[in-house]
């Protein structure tokens, strides 16, 4: 496998990377496991960033764990047609690397992964990775108070795991009669299949999140006949992209300064929507007509204008930004379906109505495991309690990041993390942050461990649920920020700069410390 990997300058950092299995890393069970610091889990925003953060604070010995053989997470994965950040570009990076090359206002999927490659190489986190090694276990050791750790690369120990693994990592398909029986090609569109060409093709997209209304207006062109499956037409706003000028990004390299300005006001004026989603759903009501007025302007069908009128709160679901995707549908070639898939036959899907449409193949674009994702399966701690269990009632984590039952786990975008509104990677810095700190108490008060206290992860978990109500997420309408008892523990129920302030110190006394132990006197 040939990676390139380059710093700011152009220059090649790493050439022909092969995946390195760790010396002593064996299968023979007689061989001396190795012990880490700290175990990252996940090569996306979340574990480059805490790896670079740990090394700029003077920590080395620490491991990072991917199963795949690149850096990136999610854009890594979704490589589909169209693929882009919603989140402006100048916001959706690292603080301490802004970057003043964007292209466009909202950066192209593979624009990220180069900003992700280029930092892992530049901050020396490479070397550091474990490449095509599957966490298959992790669990608490009592006696050695550590976590025992194997993966399809070997074993190791850390005293610390942070798990990174992403909340869209794990691809949904739709759970429709029939489907494993379809002859077609099917696929996901985190997984896309480009050795495929729908030249031609008659083609089914299910779903319509934000991943569809990217692709669908690349792919329709090309296509023989495009039939959307939409249970539920998103509301959307104009998008607005557009490139960088030259002079601008000249501007941003030479003086950083003002690249860091506008990220603020961006910042600042994305915040603006969790006023309205969390404490003035009312104010939506301004923002529903906008997005009305922007479907009438792209629809003249008055027909398939309605069907693509949503009928619950904006912002219930996640608000999506297009300009292409209203244009895409009023083509010929495509038409819009809203009655529900029946089932599916060898070469067709059959709609409720009885009607029968052939299709070459089908597109998934219905999103992630969020709330029901399989890793906590393999996740154990005290007591060999694993987290799907702890969580059986729901998933919850005091701050998105620590679990009582689980010392020394650490997750990142875990619970009540996610946002409708603003930029993931200012919620990961924030849960950095508190790590980091955390690392420094744990070192000053010569703690072994932390463990958050199970009556304040409680209590937590109480405040998230209050404030949830009167929210526009409980408004009513089916999303995947909703669990299966209809709990939305998804999503931080408040402004970004609260969350920041709240992890910006490691609180121990909400926390039950367990001191290093003394060496034993009897020996
Ligand atoms: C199509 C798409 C568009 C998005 N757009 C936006 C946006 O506009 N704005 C925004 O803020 N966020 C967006 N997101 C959310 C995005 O996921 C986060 O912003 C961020 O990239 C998450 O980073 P992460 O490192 O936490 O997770 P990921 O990027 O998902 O990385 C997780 C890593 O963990 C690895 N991993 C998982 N399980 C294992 C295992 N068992 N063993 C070993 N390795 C494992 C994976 O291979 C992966 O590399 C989008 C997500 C998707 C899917």
């Given at each position: 496998m040939t990676q390139v990997f380059t710093n700011d300058d152009g220059k090649t950092l790493t050439d022909d990377y092969q995946p390195t299995a760790l010396p002593d890393e064996s299968s023979n069970g007689d061989a001396h496991v190795r012990h880490v610091r700290v175990a990252i889990l996940g090569t996306g925003f979340s574990g480059l960033g805490i790896a670079i953060r740990l090394k700029q604070g003077g920590y080395d010995d620490f491991v990072l764990i991917e199963q795949a053989a690149d850096v990136g997470g999610t854009w890594r994965d979704?490589?589909?047609?169209?693929?882009?950040?919603?989140?402006p570009s100048n916001l959706y990076s690292f603080s301490f690397a802004l970057n003043p090359h964007w292209s466009r206002v909202f950066p192209p999927q593979h624009e990220i992964l180069d900003y992700l490659r280029r930092c892992a190489g530049r901050y020396g986190i490479l070397p550091h990775i474990r490449w095509n090694?599957?966490?298959l276990e992790a669990s608490w050791n009592e006696d050695d108070q550590c976590w025992h750790i194997s993966t399809t690369q070997g074993q190791l120990t850390a005293d610390m795991l942070i798990l990174g693994n992403g909340p869209l990592s794990e691809p949904s398909l739709p759970p429709i009669p029939g489907i494993e029986r379809f002859e077609g090609t099917t696929f996901h569109s985190a997984c896309w299949n480009h050795n495929y060409d729908l030249t031609g093709k008659r083609v089914a997209v299910i779903g319509t999140g934000a991943s569809a209304v990217q692709f669908v207006p690349q792919i329709q062109p090309i296509v023989g006949h495009l039939s959307l499956f939409l249970r539920t037409p998103p509301w959307m706003l104009p998008r607005q992209d557009r490139p960088v000028p030259d002079w601008k990004k000249t501007m941003f390299r030479i003086l950083p300064i003002t690249q860091r300005l506008l990220r603020t006001r961006v910042y600042l004026r994305l915040e603006l929507v969790a006023l309205a989603l969390v404490y003035r759903p009312a104010m939506l009501e301004s923002f529903e007509g906008f997005s009305k007025r922007h479907l009438a302007r792209q629809v003249s069908d008055a027909a398939l204008r309605e069907k693509l009128t949503p009928r619950y709160s904006m912002g219930c679901k996640r608000i999506l930004l297009s300009d292409d995707f209203y244009p895409a549908l009023t083509q010929p070639n495509v038409e819009v379906i809203t009655d529900r898939i029946r089932e599916v036959r060898a070469n067709s899907i059959v709609t409720g109505d009885g009607r029968e449409r052939e299709v070459d193949t089908i597109i998934c674009g219905t999103g992630f495991h969020v709330t029901n994702a399989q890793l906590p399966q393999h996740v154990y701690g005290r007591g060999g309690q694993s987290l799907a269990d702890r969580w059986h009632a729901g998933l919850s984590a005091y701050l998105g990041t620590t679990v009582s039952g689980f010392p020394n786990l650490f997750l990142l975008i875990?619970?009540?993390?996610?946002?409708?509104?603003?930029?993931m990677v200012y919620m990961i810095e924030s849960q950095i942050n508190y790590i980091l700190d955390c690392l420094r108490t744990m070192r000053r008060r010569n703690l072994r461990a932390v463990e958050v206290r199970p009556d304040i992860q409680e209590a937590f978990d109480t405040e998230m649920q209050q404030r949830m109500?009167?929210?526009?997420?409980?408004?009513g309408c089916i999303s995947w920020y909703l669990d299966a008892n209809g709990r939305?523990?998804?999503?931080?129920?408040?402004?970004?700069f609260e969350f920041r302030r709240r992890t910006r110190h490691f609180d121990t006394q909400r926390y039950d410390l367990i001191p290093q132990r003394l060496p034993d006197s009897r020996a």
């Amino acid at each position: 496998m040939t990676q390139v990997f380059t710093n700011d300058d152009g220059k090649t950092l790493t050439d022909d990377y092969q995946p390195t299995a760790l010396p002593d890393e064996s299968s023979n069970g007689d061989a001396h496991v190795r012990h880490v610091r700290v175990a990252i889990l996940g090569t996306g925003f979340s574990g480059l960033g805490i790896a670079i953060r740990l090394k700029q604070g003077g920590y080395d010995d620490f491991v990072l764990i991917e199963q795949a053989a690149d850096v990136g997470g999610t854009w890594r994965d979704n490589t589909y047609p169209g693929c882009a950040c919603d989140v402006p570009s100048n916001l959706y990076s690292f603080s301490f690397a802004l970057n003043p090359h964007w292209s466009r206002v909202f950066p192209p999927q593979h624009e990220i992964l180069d900003y992700l490659r280029r930092c892992a190489g530049r901050y020396g986190i490479l070397p550091h990775i474990r490449w095509n090694s599957e966490l298959l276990e992790a669990s608490w050791n009592e006696d050695d108070q550590c976590w025992h750790i194997s993966t399809t690369q070997g074993q190791l120990t850390a005293d610390m795991l942070i798990l990174g693994n992403g909340p869209l990592s794990e691809p949904s398909l739709p759970p429709i009669p029939g489907i494993e029986r379809f002859e077609g090609t099917t696929f996901h569109s985190a997984c896309w299949n480009h050795n495929y060409d729908l030249t031609g093709k008659r083609v089914a997209v299910i779903g319509t999140g934000a991943s569809a209304v990217q692709f669908v207006p690349q792919i329709q062109p090309i296509v023989g006949h495009l039939s959307l499956f939409l249970r539920t037409p998103p509301w959307m706003l104009p998008r607005q992209d557009r490139p960088v000028p030259d002079w601008k990004k000249t501007m941003f390299r030479i003086l950083p300064i003002t690249q860091r300005l506008l990220r603020t006001r961006v910042y600042l004026r994305l915040e603006l929507v969790a006023l309205a989603l969390v404490y003035r759903p009312a104010m939506l009501e301004s923002f529903e007509g906008f997005s009305k007025r922007h479907l009438a302007r792209q629809v003249s069908d008055a027909a398939l204008r309605e069907k693509l009128t949503p009928r619950y709160s904006m912002g219930c679901k996640r608000i999506l930004l297009s300009d292409d995707f209203y244009p895409a549908l009023t083509q010929p070639n495509v038409e819009v379906i809203t009655d529900r898939i029946r089932e599916v036959r060898a070469n067709s899907i059959v709609t409720g109505d009885g009607r029968e449409r052939e299709v070459d193949t089908i597109i998934c674009g219905t999103g992630f495991h969020v709330t029901n994702a399989q890793l906590p399966q393999h996740v154990y701690g005290r007591g060999g309690q694993s987290l799907a269990d702890r969580w059986h009632a729901g998933l919850s984590a005091y701050l998105g990041t620590t679990v009582s039952g689980f010392p020394n786990l650490f997750l990142l975008i875990g619970p009540h993390t996610g946002l409708g509104h603003n930029s993931m990677v200012y919620m990961i810095e924030s849960q950095i942050n508190y790590i980091l700190d955390c690392l420094r108490t744990m070192r000053r008060r010569n703690l072994r461990a932390v463990e958050v206290r199970p009556d304040i992860q409680e209590a937590f978990d109480t405040e998230m649920q209050q404030r949830m109500r009167g929210t526009v997420w409980t408004s009513g309408c089916i999303s995947w920020y909703l669990d299966a008892n209809g709990r939305n523990t998804t999503l931080w129920p408040g402004f970004t700069f609260e969350f920041r302030r709240r992890t910006r110190h490691f609180d121990t006394q909400r926390y039950d410390l367990i001191p290093q132990r003394l060496p034993d006197s009897r020996a």
